[in-house]
């Protein structure tokens, strides 16, 4: 559980990249390992943060669901290079499923093109060409043509649970602030970092 101070430092700094005009304030890294150990990295885009930490949605069946699954610590990292000399917010933890309900809601929020999306993709599987996305595309508009589409039994959404997170405030001369939370139990201790 993220405590008041590190949410509300969060939300600010969030809240400061939203109305400074980035196109995608949202935006993290989220970096994942696979079973051999491998690491990959990819921009997803975060979909809420309160207490418990910081949630995305994607297709559980997609190479980064296959390494969540495999191995669910991972790392997070927010860069608005726009934000004062430039800030950074490094996030690592466990990523784990959220419950069904949850993802349903989020579901039922997206544009429908989103949601038809979500049943014809075969995320991270070869695609031949691309005129057989748009065939199943079609497919999945005739099947869902006139009701509410349902969420796929493969996509949903993950949060992420932190151990430890820094918030990074770039400075002149590469004299930047750092402040490394960890948690410890329920408890969350500070320090600084040198840059």
């Not at 970096?31 to 921009?43: F, K, N, Q, Y």
């Not at 093109?113 to 991270?124: E, F, K, N, R």
């Not at 999945?140 to 932190?162: A, I, K, Q, S, T």
């Not at 997170?165 to 590469?174: I, P, Q, S, T, V």
């Amino acid at each position: 559980m993220l405590n008041p101070e590190i949410l509300g430092t969060f939300q600010k700094l969030l809240g400061e990249a939203e109305a400074s005009g980035d196109r995608e304030p949202t935006a993290m890294n989220l970096a994942t390992v696979d079973s051999s150990g491998r690491v990959t990295s990819r921009i997803v885009l975060l979909k809420g943060v309160d207490e418990r930490g910081f949630r995305f949605y994607t297709n559980y069946q997609s190479d980064k669901g296959s390494q969540l699954e495999a191995h669910a610590q991972v790392a997070l990292c927010f860069h608005w290079k726009q934000l004062r000399e430039g800030v950074q917010v490094r996030v690592e933890g466990v990523a784990r499923k959220l419950q069904d309900e949850e993802s349903d809601a989020y579901f039922a929020s997206r544009a429908r093109g989103s949601q038809i999306g979500a049943w014809a993709s075969l995320q991270s599987q070869t695609l031949p060409d691309r005129e057989t996305f748009e065939q199943r595309l079609v497919r999945y508009e005739h099947e869902f043509d006139g009701r509410v589409v349902p969420r796929p039994p493969h996509w949903g959404g993950y949060v992420v649970e932190p151990d430890t997170l820094e918030f990074w405030c770039g400075a002149e001369f590469r004299w930047h602030e750092r402040v490394r939370w960890n948690r410890h139990g329920q408890t969350w201790t500070s320090r600084l970092l040198y840059p």
